[in-house]
């Protein structure tokens, strides 16, 4: 009789593990580099545009900069997004390569393909 409700009580808290444990969240993916600030971004069975935050693109590198996002982001490499708000309907985000420390913008202004600036506010509107 001990045994079995050994048994029972072992199979009810594994039951409740697992119905608490949260599943993995899954990253979204690049879908495509559209300009030097912009990504489109697929989330399940969703897209959408996504401008990086808190940097200006340098006139006259454009080009380059779109080069320099499409080797760090190859079509379907997961990234996380950190939102920063909205601008002109698009979403406003720091973008982080899965497995990378550095975000994007961070590495755009250290390939010196781009500048601090830009819009960077927080959900909150604050700078």
Sequence with gaps: MKRRRWWQTLAALLLAVALLSPLPATAAEVLQVRE???????DHNRTYSVRLACITPKAGQEAEAVNFLRKQLPRRQRVNLMPMGSQDGLLLARVRPLGSE???STQLVEA??????GECTNRKGEA
């Design 102 to 104: 550095i975000d994007l």
């Design 36 to 42: 030097p600030d912009l990504l489109l971004i697929g």
């Design 112 to 117: 010196q393909l781009a500048s601090n600036g």
